[in-house]
């Protein structure tokens, strides 16, 4: 049976087509991931990968990738990235320009957001299924916990802690920031 | 694994040999350079929790699976993609402030008692309450060399909230931090929520909120370690809580239920 399997597999799948975007903002841009689901054979390799584009100053929630390294490379335009390891120390805080590559390693705490004229990158994920969690926006850790473990965790009121949960409606991709002063652009 | 890690000649039972102190508990370290470790590839902790303490969210670069020894508590685990069930009506509760009334909703919570086995998967956030009478006692076994683990083969721990720099030395024990095995050195700073490596500009675009509130992610003058203590207990939407919380009102006290 390896002739049906193996042999006939497909090889090859596009990743740019806008339409097939697994997330997408019009304020802040889409990325589509690809994975062993999509593409079979990457359960061998145990690699995937994401395409992504940001729009001017669009941003990607602060996450961690929970079962895989993540190897950004940017394709295009320019981003700024910052990459906090696991004793809250800022291990990256910097532009990444076309043409460089950045490996953030497993668990590591990162967002991105991009510079005027946009971002957009390859990454390369050393699992076939690749797990994102995300830090804000509306399917992020911090709505998934009781107002209650925010305010004591943080050591807030219940209004900010609301706040804190409920400011973003969006996903993985933000458009930039509503708050004039929490504007902080690259 | 490298060579000769499961060369023992001797096997020797073992006692915690580091400690990690909270405002309310402490946590113990067997030590990870032991021959029986590095071969097993896991490492293990004791946390002791006291009522009413919470061991802020966190999460490790390896799979968790833990024994209740003592006690009980209350867990959530937030699983990416995995939508808030729990959710209160407006009546819950009633607390209203300037007109805006404190609805909350998250993922599902979890309950647990002495005798307890408890799963927690690579990479996923997860905090514990204390919400019983007594310490709660913890045994948790992280699997360092499981194939979920892609980092080196200690474990490290990422916190979301509040830090763990006040480890005080204990009867003798060598300091010891999170986040770190015992191979990086000793006498090691101590580590700080994730939050704190971003800028507060960054945090304030991203989570849409003011400085001063992104500020305090950070927890930076947060002296009470990795577990703290709720002083007026832990209120969150959850059935047994809400059994719990009629009695209360049924009964007009504070005191907890009978």
């Keep these: ?186 | 694994q490298q060579k000769n890690e499961c060369q023992i000649q001797r096997i020797n039972a073992l006692e915690p040999t580091q400690i990690v102190q909270s405002e309310a508990g402490f946590t113990e370290f067997f030590d990870t350079n032991e021959q029986q470790f590095q071969c097993a590839g896991v490492e293990v902790v004791r946390h002791q929790i006291q009522p009413q303490g919470l061991l802020l969210p966190s999460y490790t670069s390896t799979p968790i699976l833990f024994y209740v020894e003592q006690g009980n508590g209350v867990q959530g685990v937030m699983l990416p993609g995995c939508p808030e069930t729990y959710e209160s009506s407006q009546q819950q509760f009633e607390g209203r402030k300037g007109g805006r009334s404190f609805q909350d909703r998250h993922q599902k919570l979890h309950h647990f008692r002495q005798g307890d086995m408890v799963a927690i998967p690579t990479g996923a956030a997860h905090w514990i309450y204390n919400n019983g009478q007594e310490d709660l006692v913890i045994i948790a076994l992280l699997d360092s060399i499981n194939a979920e683990n892609q980092l080196d083969q200690v474990h490290r721990r990422f916190f979301l909230a509040g830090n763990s720099q006040n480890e005080q030395q204990q009867q003798g024990q060598p300091i010891r931090t999170w986040g770190r095995g015992q191979q990086g050195g000793s006498q090691q700073k101590g580590s700080n929520n994730i939050f704190q490596g971003f800028d507060v500009e960054f945090l304030a675009e991203a989570f849409n909120i003011d400085q001063e509130t992104a500020q305090m992610l950070k927890c930076e003058n947060d002296q009470r370690g990795h577990i703290v203590m709720v002083e007026r207990g832990l209120s969150f939407v959850s059935p047994i809580m809400s059994r719990e919380q009629q009695g209360q009102q049924q009964r007009g006290g504070r005191g907890p239920a009978n």
């Excluded at chain 1, 841009?29 to 395409?51: D, M, V, W």
């Excluded at chain 1, 295009?76 to 120390?89: E, W």
């Excluded at chain 1, 950045?102 to 050393?126: D, L």
Aim: glycine share 6%; net charge neutral.
């Design chain 1, 1 to 186: 049976g390896l002739e049906e399997t193996i042999c006939s597999m497909k090889l090859r799948e596009n990743i740019d087509d806008i339409s097939k975007a697994d997330s997408y903002n019009p304020q802040a841009g889409h990325c589509t991931h690809l994975n062993s689901y999509k593409f079979p054979i990457l359960q061998l390799l145990q690699l995937s990968a994401e395409r992504g584009v940001l729009k001017s100053h669009g941003i990607v929630a602060p996450h961690w990738i929970m079962n895989a390294h993540n190897i950004i490379y940017v394709t295009n335009g320019n981003m700024r990235i910052q990459i906090v390891n696991d004793q809250g120390q800022s291990v990256f805080n910097d532009q990444v320009r076309e043409r460089q590559l950045v490996v953030v390693p497993q668990n590591f705490a990162v967002v991105k957001q991009a510079g005027e004229q946009g971002c957009s990158w390859i990454s390369f994920r050393t699992n076939d299924n690749a797990m994102i969690n995300t830090l804000a926006g509306r399917t992020s850790a911090m709505r998934a916990l009781p107002l209650a473990v925010l305010t004591n965790a943080y050591q807030m009121s219940r209004e900010d802690a609301q706040q804190l949960k409920y400011s973003r409606d969006e996903t993985v991709l933000l458009s930039p920031s509503t708050i004039p002063y929490a504007a902080g652009r690259v």
